[in-house]
């Protein structure tokens, strides 16, 4: 396993916590963001409680971190901030916010779109490891994400539960 993965592993364990069964919560029985489905489709079998770091990291690295290839994104930052957007919102949501906010940031220079299909592909990768602008890349991702989480909390009191801890924890800002 690499560095780059290394580091968004320990940011993920210290926001997601243990183990959680919160009633609001539509993943259900979760530990270390890990969902009771995604655990039984990687072949857990025991009770959620009982997972180990050491399996959650093997999950999250072949089916987050290698299988969106994030590991492919040169920019150490934007890496990282993808894979805790997969964790915490879905990969497919957290790719579409890439795409999207590269999208937003090239529309200026008259740079093909690439497309919002959730896949980071070839094409992404492609525009988001050439991307000129880096910083801004990441604000604008995390702007998608404030966003999703806002719109969350205000179409169902459920989510209003998790707004301050998802603006606290999850959103991040570079400056220059």
């Known amino acids: 396993m690499d560095k780059i993965f290394g580091k968004a592993f320990e940011k993920v364990l210290i926001i997601e916590g243990g183990y959680s069964d919160h009633e609001n919560d539509p993943g259900g029985k979760t530990k270390y963001g890990i969902t009771e489905a995604v655990a039984r489709q990687n072949g857990y079998k025991g009770d959620m409680k009982d997972l180990t770091t050491d399996q959650v990291k093997e999950i999250y690295y072949h089916e987050f971190w290698l299988n969106h290839k994030y590991n492919k994104i040169k920019n150490r930052n934007i890496a990282i901030e993808m894979f805790d957007q997969a964790v915490n919102m879905g990969q497919g949501t957290a790719n579409k ?80």
């Open 97 to 176: 916010n890439l795409q999207k906010s590269n999208n937003l940031l090239t529309a200026a220079d008259d740079i093909y779109p690439i497309a919002v299909d959730g896949v980071i592909g070839p094409q992404t990768l492609k525009a988001i490891n050439g991307c000129s602008k880096p910083i801004a890349l990441f604000n604008v991702l995390n702007g998608y994400q404030i966003k999703h989480y806002i719109n969350l909390a205000e179409n169902s009191n459920k989510y209003k539960t998790f707004i301050a801890g998802w603006a606290n924890n999850r959103i991040e800002i570079i400056r220059k």
